[in-house]
């Protein structure tokens, strides 16, 4: 009898100090993570009776909390919700948060480490909790030009500072407004929700940061962005480039989509091939450079890795291992190459900054109730994607898509634009994708965009770039440059 309850004792403390273990482990590793979670509606209660901190362009609320005459003390308001939504993401009681609203909640609310020493002073002055304000990079006129140039159209758009990285415009549309999540009127959120989520236009999706997409001939800015740097090349070197480029291992040829030559010439210079974006040109110049110069040229402007860690963006990527077929059908943006809008607006920054990618980023500072800077970003190199060289050459070769090829529709009045289009086909069942991103001014760069559209249902050649996406990425540029 002794020997058992000395066995159910023994099994007791080591159940006991389990317990003490797990509850230690807990609350002393686990207690932010689980203090973060969407689904832990204690906290999210206790939460909603604080002061959130705003999320600020300039000095101008796009988020705020306002006080409220229910039983969660404060109601979250979103200014010009929709063209924002896919920035600031929501802050819900039924369906947590998203975008900067998840990524900087710590901040937002005041329980960031950063902040403890503020929470001692509210205690002790029994001042309510405030959480810090969040100031993003966006350019106020920039965004509200994406998303009026979005209208009607299903795509996104991405501007950057080319030497800095800052994000100046993010858009995406169809979009929705975030102030029907946040609503305090629980049955009208889930509704809400239920709509969003069955919506075949897919209004919550990030397309700018976090769909992939085939880029098309944008790409064909990597695939010259190689051959110039392998020293094989120069913007006179003649490329072969028939209306249709034989391929090895297939019966299928490489042809361009207007079914004719380039310029004209069997034998393009590399700056007209670009100029009317050649198909066998670049097929050409991807099976005389091989896959893995295309891999590694693509991982210098940022393919396979994520940014904006505010916004969960998607790696951009560039087929592995792909046969001569593959490699001069991915020379051309198509296979299975897939880029995000961000990802072909950093092409073109790092070509417009001398060939140095930066760190993109939106949160340009955080700072508490008081105005003390908590955080504040610093622009930071990414990669030496080119040499200065070949980045002054591609820029010469991309004004010349602008001001003589397939990119006129992206040209402003005293103002010199360096740019590519590109159309990316899916399948003969369905319109193929436009892209258009550019620089500008070129000899000054203060802004690089990519704008992508789905479904361009026009005819199916390279021009869509031009006719849909440029005039969207052309009201973006003069909005910054005040034109």
């Given at each position: 009898?002794?020997?058992?309850?000395r066995r159910?004792?023994?099994?007791a403390?080591?159940l006991?100090?389990?317990?003490?273990?797990?509850?230690?482990y807990?609350q002393?590793?686990?207690a932010?993570?689980?203090?973060?979670?969407n689904?832990?509606?204690?906290?999210?209660?206790?939460q909603?009776?604080v002061?959130r901190?705003?999320?600020?362009?300039?000095s101008?609320?796009?988020?705020?909390?306002?006080?409220?005459n229910?039983?969660?003390?404060?109601?979250?308001?979103?200014?010009?919700?929709?063209?924002?939504?896919?920035?600031?993401?929501?802050?819900?009681?039924?369906?947590g948060?998203?975008?900067?609203?998840l990524?900087?909640?710590?901040?937002l609310?005041g329980?960031?480490?950063?902040?403890a020493?503020?929470?001692v002073?509210?205690?002790?002055t029994?001042?309510?909790q405030?959480?810090?304000?969040?100031t993003?990079t966006?350019?106020?006129?920039?965004?509200?030009?994406a998303?009026d140039?979005?209208?009607?159209?299903?795509?996104?758009?991405?501007?950057?500072?080319?030497?800095t990285g800052?994000?100046?415009?993010?858009a995406?549309?169809?979009?929705?407004n975030?102030?029907?999540?946040?609503?305090h009127?629980?049955?009208?959120?889930?509704?809400?929700?239920?709509?969003?989520?069955?919506?075949?236009?897919?209004?919550?999706?990030?397309?700018?940061?976090?769909e992939?997409?085939?880029?098309?001939?944008?790409?064909?800015?990597?695939t010259a962005?190689a051959?110039?740097?392998s020293?094989?090349?120069?913007?006179?070197?003649?490329?072969h480039?028939?209306?249709?480029l034989?391929?090895p291992?297939?019966?299928?040829?490489?042809?361009n989509?207007n079914?004719?030559?380039?310029?004209g010439?069997?034998?393009?210079?590399?700056?007209?091939?670009?100029?009317?974006s050649?198909n066998?040109?670049?097929?050409?110049?991807?099976l005389?450079?091989?896959?893995?110069?295309?891999?590694?040229?693509?991982?210098?402007?940022?393919f396979?890795?994520?940014?904006l860690?505010?916004l969960?963006?998607?790696?951009?990527q560039?087929p592995g291992d792909?046969?001569?077929?593959?490699?001069?059908?991915s020379?051309?943006g198509q296979?299975d190459?897939?880029?995000?809008?961000?990802q072909?607006?950093?092409?073109?920054?790092g070509?417009?900054n001398?060939g140095?990618?930066?760190?993109?980023?939106?949160?340009?500072?955080?700072?508490?109730a008081?105005?003390?800077?908590?955080?504040?970003?610093k622009?930071e190199?990414?990669?030496?994607?080119?040499?200065?060289?070949?980045?002054?050459?591609?820029?010469?070769?991309m004004?010349d898509v602008?001001?003589?090829?397939?990119?006129r529709?992206?040209?402003i009045?005293?103002?010199?634009?360096?740019?590519?289009?590109?159309?990316?086909?899916?399948?003969k069942?369905r319109p193929?994708?436009?892209?258009?991103?550019?620089?500008?001014?070129?000899n000054?760069?203060?802004?690089?965009?990519?704008?992508m559209?789905?479904?361009?249902?026009?005819?199916?050649?390279?021009?869509a770039?031009?006719?849909l996406?440029?005039?969207?990425?052309k009201?973006?540029?003069?909005?910054?440059?005040?034109?």
């Amino acid at each position: 009898m002794n020997s058992a309850i000395r066995r159910l004792a023994m099994a007791a403390i080591i159940l006991m100090l389990a317990l003490m273990a797990n509850s230690t482990y807990l609350q002393a590793f686990r207690a932010g993570e689980l203090n973060g979670r969407n689904d832990n509606r204690r906290v999210r209660d206790s939460q909603f009776s604080v002061d959130r901190g705003p999320i600020l362009i300039g000095s101008t609320p796009i988020a705020q909390s306002k006080k409220s005459n229910d039983r969660f003390e404060f109601q979250r308001s979103y200014a010009s919700g929709p063209v924002y939504a896919p920035v600031t993401g929501y802050y819900s009681y039924l369906y947590g948060r998203s975008g900067i609203e998840l990524t900087q909640n710590a901040e937002l609310n005041g329980s960031d480490p950063s902040m403890a020493f503020r929470r001692v002073i509210d205690v002790i002055t029994n001042r309510r909790q405030q959480g810090a304000s969040v100031t993003l990079t966006l350019n106020a006129a920039a965004q509200q030009a994406a998303y009026d140039g979005l209208a009607g159209k299903t795509g996104a758009v991405v501007a950057l500072e080319p030497k800095t990285g800052r994000v100046l415009a993010l858009a995406t549309r169809p979009s929705y407004n975030p102030n029907d999540l946040a609503s305090h009127d629980l049955d009208k959120v889930s509704a809400a929700w239920k709509k969003l989520n069955e919506a075949e236009s897919k209004p919550m999706s990030n397309r700018a940061v976090k769909e992939l997409y085939p880029p098309g001939s944008t790409f064909k800015l990597v695939t010259a962005a190689a051959a110039l740097s392998s020293g094989k090349y120069t913007p006179e070197t003649k490329v072969h480039s028939p209306a249709e480029l034989p391929l090895p291992q297939t019966t299928v040829p490489l042809v361009n989509e207007n079914g004719q030559n380039c310029g004209g010439s069997d034998n393009a210079t590399l700056t007209i091939a670009l100029r009317y974006s050649c198909n066998t040109a670049f097929g050409t110049i991807g099976l005389e450079l091989k896959a893995d110069a295309l891999a590694e040229q693509a991982a210098k402007f940022g393919f396979g890795e994520r940014q904006l860690p505010e916004l969960g963006a998607a790696a951009s990527q560039f087929p592995g291992d792909p046969n001569e077929p593959q490699t001069a059908q991915s020379a051309i943006g198509q296979f299975d190459v897939r880029a995000t809008p961000l990802q072909m607006a950093m092409v073109s920054a790092g070509i417009a900054n001398q060939g140095a990618v930066m760190k993109p980023y939106l949160v340009q500072n955080v700072k508490t109730a008081d105005l003390k800077t908590v955080s504040e970003t610093k622009p930071e190199e990414l990669h030496q994607a080119v040499t200065p060289e070949v980045a002054s050459q591609l820029t010469q070769m991309m004004v010349d898509v602008v001001a003589n090829g397939t990119g006129r529709p992206g040209r402003i009045n005293g103002v010199e634009v360096a740019g590519k289009t590109g159309t990316a086909q899916t399948s003969k069942e369905r319109p193929p994708f436009a892209w258009f991103t550019a620089f500008a001014p070129a000899n000054d760069p203060k802004i690089a965009v990519a704008v992508m559209i789905e479904d361009a249902n026009i005819a199916r050649n390279d021009i869509a770039g031009g006719t849909l996406a440029a005039p969207i990425a052309k009201q973006v540029m003069e909005a910054v440059l005040g034109q």
